[in-house]
């Protein structure tokens, strides 16, 4: 499948480090996602774009700043991470926010030392 | 906040053995949906249920939106080795853009 990709799709990151995880979905959505997913901890949704604009931010830490230039690309810039932030991070689209199928990216796995 | 049961969270059975997965809300739900995620891959979409005491089949997997819209079920007849992975259910409630998933029940099939 490739209508949502991610790159890159493995990050070892140093805690002073600043970096960006980037998605792009083809598929003509107008909603997209940023999910992170721990070992032994349910999905979580970070945040939710629709047409660009934030309509959720899930009480994310200000060290993760989104970004959704158009509506097929978004963006997780990251900044002074901890070592909890190391997990799987997932993009994901669907045709409109709330209610409608998700379709996720293979993710990026990320590695705080 | 709003809370996902998601029971059991480990299931071992043998190859061709039934299997059940439960999810169970605290509150109304406006619709359902259930995922897949083979181990290694990303969450993979199965079906939505939006009416109360929804039913509906595909091949061997059937999934079931409780009457109150507060509970669902999956359940999957004679399971094959290609049916490993990762089970989750995610809801969202009227008025928000939120998805809130399930902790997810692992299956895992025995040849």
């Known amino acids: 499948e490739t209508g949502v990709t991610q790159t890159p799709r493995h990050l070892v990151m140093g805690m002073t480090n600043k970096k960006s995880l980037k998605c792009e979905q083809h598929l003509g959505h107008n909603a997209m996602y940023w999910y992170k997913q721990s070992a032994k901890k349910p999905l979580e949704l970070m945040f939710v774009?629709?047409?660009?604009?934030?309509?959720e931010n899930n009480s994310v830490p200000s060290r993760f700043s989104p970004e959704c230039p158009n509506s097929s690309h978004l963006f997780l810039h990251l900044h002074t991470l901890q070592p909890e932030d190391s997990a799987l991070y997932l993009c994901?689209?669907?045709?409109?926010?709330?209610?409608?199928?998700?379709?996720f990216g293979p993710g990026t796995r990320l590695t705080v030392t | 906040g709003q809370q996902v049961m998601q029971i059991p969270q480990y299931q071992h059975v043998q190859e061709g053995e039934d299997f059940t997965t439960y999810c169970n809300s605290s509150?109304?739900?406006?619709?359902i949906q259930w995922y897949k995620q083979r181990p290694g891959g990303h969450p993979v979409f199965l079906i939505q249920?939006?009416?109360?005491?929804e039913v509906k089949k595909q091949k061997r997997l059937t999934f079931q939106f409780g009457e109150a819209k507060k509970n669902s079920s999956l359940h999957i007849t004679a399971t094959q080795t290609t049916d490993v992975g990762t089970y989750f259910c995610?809801?969202?409630?009227?008025?928000?853009?939120?998805?809130?998933f399930g902790t997810g029940t692992r299956l895992k099939v025995l040849a």
């Open positions: 995610a809801l969202t409630t009227s008025g928000t853009y939120k998805y809130i």
């Open positions: 249920l939006v009416k109360s005491g």
């Open positions: 774009y629709s047409l660009e604009e934030r309509v």
């Open positions: 994901a689209s669907s045709q409109d926010p709330g209610g409608y199928e998700q379709y």
């Open positions: 509150t109304t739900l406006s619709n």
